[in-house]
C-alpha cells in the first residue's frame, strides 16, 4: 500500500491534502448525521443524505475550481459543496429553513445546493433536469469562444472553464440524461458528467433501471466522449480518474462521463426504509466498502496519521458542527412578508411606463403582416444586443452552411425566423435536436451565464415534452434562489386552430396550464403592430416570457401594420379597446378578437353597441381596462379559443362576478371551445371552435336578459 500511494503522490497529493479529503469527507458525514439526528427532534422538516458517495465527490472537488469552473450538483453532493467552500453552517442554515441560507433563503428542502460566489447553480428537486442546463451553461462559453462580443457579456467567462454536473445511476433511465449527452458531445462541450452509481434509485435496483446494468458501457456509442470507471469509495482512485476528466475537457477535447460506483449506507431519505428491500447481507457488504472507514484507515496504515490525530480530526469536526448546529438554530426564518418577493424581476418591471411608447409611435413603410413585424423585431433586436441567441426546430436558414448561398432558405416552418442567420451567423442562430427539453433546458443554462436565448417551440402542441424544464426550473429559478439566479428566456411558440387542416397535434390552445404559473409572463398578441412591440419588451425585460403567435393570424390581411420603428413597445398588462362600445363588453384575445368585432359590427345593426377589449398579455393581464369596460356597459362576454370548462375565461368571469357583482346587469357569459379536441374535418373544426355566430348569439343573449 505504501508504494502504491507514493506512486499517486505522483498526481499532486500532498499529505496535507489527504488530510484535508478526509476532514472534508467526515465532515460531510456528520451533518448528514446532524440533521437526522435533529429531524428526529422535529427541528427540520426534511433530510437527505450524501452517505457513500463522499470520496469521488471531494475527489472531484479538487480537481474543480469553484467560483471559476460552473456546477449543477444533484442532493447527495454535501461532500462537493463542503470541498467547494460551503460551510456546515450554511448547510445547517438550509435545514432549519433560516433566512439566511444561501441556497434559497428558506424557499427549498435541505440538500438543494446553490451559492452564486461558488457558481453552484440552484439545484432543484426533479431528477435529471440540471444536465440539459448544465450543457446550456457550457454552450453559453462555446458561444463566446465564436462571437467576441460576448466575452464581456457572458458572466464569469473563462477560456478553459469547465461545467460539472452530476447525477445517481437512476437518473440516467431519464430522457433528458440521453438529450444532454447528445449535444455535449455533438457540440463537444466541456461538461464533467459525474454518475454516482449507489446501485438503487430508492427502492429500484441498477438492473431494473438499466438495461445490462451498467450506463457507461449503454453510452460507448457517443463521439468525443471520455468515459471512465472508478471505485467512488476509493479517495485516491477517483482523484486520479477525476482529474483525468476534467484535463480532457479543460484541453477542449469533448465531454467526459464518470462512472463511479458507491454505496448507500443510509436510507434513501428519511422519508424510505431501505430495510424494506435491501437484505442484511447486501448492507453489512456495502458497510465494509464505507469511504469514511476506508480512507481513515488508509491514512492510518500509511502512518500518514496517527489513530489519535485522527480522532483530533473527528473531534475538532463534530465541535465545528455542533456550534454551527446552535447558530443554525438560534438563526432568524424569513418573515411571512417576503413570499412573494423575486417571482419576477425586482430591478426591471415590463408593466411599467418605460415599455409604453404607444403614444409617441411613429408608423411609416409599406404594411406588413404578424410574420414580417415578428421577423423585423427579431432582426433590430439581434443587431441590438449581442447577448441574443435563437434556436429550436428548422428556425435557421440552413444548417449546412456551405449551401447557404445556393438555398431560398428555411427560417422556421412559418418563416418567422427567415433571414436570421444569414445576418448573424451560426453561432447566433442555429438549429436544435428535435426534443423540446432540450430547447428549454439548454436556453436556461445560458440564460444563467447571461445570454439572451429567444427560443421556437415549433407548434404549441409539442411544448408538452419542456413542461419540467418550463414549471419546475425556468420560471422558478429566481424565486427559489432568492434572486440569486435567473433564467430569463423568451419561448415563442405558434398557437391555435382556424387553419383547416391543424387537426388535433396542430391546433391547441390550453393557455390556462400556463398562465396559472407563478413567475411566467404570458403574451398573446392579435395584430402585427401589438406583436411588434410586445416581442420587444419580451426581450428587454428580465423575466421568462412565453410569446404566443397564433397561426391564423401570421399573414391576416386584417390585422397588418407599417412599422412602428425599432424602439417602439408596449408595457405587460395593458390591454388595448379594439372597439368602443356602451351596451355589452367583450373581453378578448387572439383569434377571438377579430370574430368579435366582426359579431359586434353585427349586433350594431339590430341596435347593440359592444365594447371589445383586447388583452393583449393574459399573464398579468390589466384588470383595470376590464372593470373599467364592465363598469361602463354593466354586461360581459368573456371570449376565448380554448376550451370553456377551466379554461382562461373561468378566471376573468370568476373575478368580475367576485368584485364587480353591484355593476352588473347580466350574468357572465363565456364564449369558447367545445370541450373536446379540434378535428381534422373542417365541419368538425367550425363546430368545436367559436365562430362569429357564437358571438353574436352571445351578445344577444347578454343584451337581452
Not at 352588473?664 to 364564449?671: E, I, N, S, T, Y
Request: glycine letters at 8%; one cysteine or more; proline letters at 4%.
Amino acid at each position: 500500500m505504501a508504494t502504491q500511494l507514493k506512486a499517486r503522490e505522483y498526481k499532486g497529493l500532498q499529505r496535507e491534502q489527504l488530510v484535508e479529503m478526509y476532514k472534508t469527507m467526515y465532515m460531510s458525514r456528520r451533518v448528514d448525521d446532524k440533521e437526522i439526528q435533529l429531524k428526529g427532534q422535529n427541528r427540520i422538516f426534511f433530510q437527505i443524505s450524501g452517505a457513500g458517495h463522499e470520496a469521488v465527490l471531494v475527489a472531484a472537488g479538487l480537481n474543480l475550481k469553484p467560483g471559476y469552473d460552473w456546477f449543477y450538483p444533484y442532493y447527495r453532493d454535501r461532500a462537493l459543496c463542503l470541498q467547494l467552500g460551503m460551510t456546515p453552517l450554511e448547510m445547517l442554515l438550509s435545514a432549519v429553513g433560516a433566512e439566511a441560507d444561501p441556497s434559497s433563503h428558506g424557499r427549498q428542502m435541505p440538500s438543494h445546493w446553490g451559492q452564486s460566489k461558488l457558481n453552484i447553480v440552484s439545484q432543484s428537486s426533479p431528477t435529471g433536469t440540471q444536465l440539459l442546463q448544465a450543457v446550456g451553461c457550457a454552450e453559453a462559453g462555446y458561444r463566446v469562444q465564436l462571437i467576441d462580443e460576448l466575452k464581456e457579456k457572458v458572466t464569469g467567462f473563462h477560456n478553459d472553464e469547465v461545467v460539472y454536473v452530476s447525477a445517481g445511476d437512476g437518473t440516467t433511465s431519464e430522457g433528458e440524461f440521453w438529450e444532454a449527452l447528445n449535444t455535449a458531445c455533438n457540440l463537444k462541450l466541456p461538461v464533467v458528467f459525474l454518475i454516482e452509481d449507489n446501485g438503487y434509485a430508492i427502492s429500484v435496483p441498477i438492473e431494473v433501471q438499466t438495461a445490462g446494468g451498467s450506463v457507461s458501457k449503454l453510452v460507448e456509442g457517443f463521439p468525443n466522449l471520455y468515459i471512465q470507471q472508478c471505485d467512488g469509495t476509493d479517495a485516491i482512485e477517483s482523484f486520479e480518474t477525476m482529474q483525468r476528466a476534467v484535463e480532457f475537457c479543460r484541453k477542449r477535447k469533448g465531454a467526459a462521463l464518470v462512472h463511479a460506483k458507491v454505496i448507500r449506507p443510509y436510507s434513501h431519505s428519511l422519508s424510505d426504509d431501505e430495510k424494506l428491500y435491501r437484505s442484511t447481507e447486501e448492507r453489512l457488504i456495502d458497510a465494509e466498502r464505507d469511504p469514511i472507514k476506508k480512507f481513515g484507515g488508509l491514512l492510518t496504515d500509511e502512518g500518514i496519521l496517527s489513530q489519535k490525530e485522527l480522532q483530533r480530526i473527528k473531534d475538532d469536526v463534530d465541535r465545528v458542527i455542533n456550534e454551527a448546529t446552535d447558530l443554525a438554530l438560534a438563526s432568524p426564518a424569513p418573515s411571512p412578508e417576503t413570499v412573494k418577493k423575486f417571482v419576477y424581476s425586482e430591478e426591471v418591471d415590463p408593466t411599467s411606463a418605460a415599455f409604453d411608447t404607444e403614444a409617441e409611435v411613429v408608423l411609416s413603410g409599406n404594411a406588413g403582416t404578424m410574420v414580417d413585424l415578428i421577423n423585423r423585431t427579431l432582426h433590430t433586436e439581434m443587431a441590438r444586443d449581442p447577448r441574443i441567441v435563437v434556436f429550436g426546430e428548422d428556425v435557421a436558414d440552413c444548417s449546412r452552411e456551405e449551401n447557404i448561398n445556393e438555398v431560398k432558405g428555411k427560417g422556421g416552418v412559418f418563416k418567422v425566423t427567415a433571414n436570421l442567420q444569414r445576418q448573424f451567423g451560426s453561432a447566433r442562430v442555429f438549429n436544435s435536436p428535435l426534443a423540446e427539453a432540450n430547447i428549454v433546458g439548454r436556453a436556461i443554462g445560458m440564460a444563467t451565464r447571461g445570454l439572451k436565448p429567444v427560443v421556437e417551440i415549433q407548434f404549441f402542441d409539442y411544448i408538452w415534452p419542456a413542461m419540467h424544464q418550463i414549471r419546475n426550473e425556468m420560471i422558478l429559478m429566481r424565486w427559489r434562489s432568492g434572486n440569486e439566479f435567473k433564467a430569463p428566456v423568451v419561448i415563442r411558440c405558434p398557437v391555435g386552430g382556424y387553419l383547416k387542416g391543424g387537426a388535433v397535434y396542430h391546433s391547441q390552445s390550453g393557455v390556462s396550464i400556463f398562465t396559472q404559473m407563478p413567475g411566467l409572463r404570458v403574451v398573446y398578441p392579435s395584430n402585427a403592430l401589438d406583436a411588434n412591440g410586445l416581442l420587444r419588451t419580451a426581450i428587454r425585460c428580465d423575466d421568462p416570457v412565453l410569446f404566443l403567435e397564433h397561426k391564423h393570424l401570421y399573414r391576416q390581411a386584417y390585422n397588418k401594420s407599417q412599422y412602428p420603428g425599432d424602439d417602439f413597445l408596449i408595457p405587460f398588462g395593458k390591454a388595448r379597446t379594439a372597439r368602443e362600445g356602451k351596451d355589452v363588453s367583450i373581453i378578448t384575445y387572439g383569434a377571438l378578437v377579430q370574430r368579435s368585432l366582426v359579431a359586434a359590427k353585427q349586433a350594431e345593426q339590430q341596435g347593440i353597441s359592444v365594447e371589445v377589449i383586447d388583452l393583449r398579455t393574459l399573464q398579468p393581464y390589466d384588470w383595470n381596462a376590464i372593470a373599467e369596460s364592465v363598469k361602463k356597459t354593466n354586461r360581459v362576454i368573456v371570449a376565448h379559443e380554448d376550451s370553456v370548462s377551466f379554461g382562461y375565461g373561468a378566471e376573468i368571469a370568476a373575478r368580475i362576478s367576485d368584485q364587480l357583482f353591484e355593476f352588473l346587469d347580466a350574468p357572465v357569459k363565456r364564449v369558447a371551445a367545445l370541450d373536446t379536441f379540434v378535428a381534422y374535418a373542417p365541419v368538425l373544426e367550425d363546430t368545436i371552435l367559436p365562430q362569429v355566430d357564437d358571438v353574436l348569439k352571445t351578445i344577444l343573449e347578454v343584451n337581452g336578459y
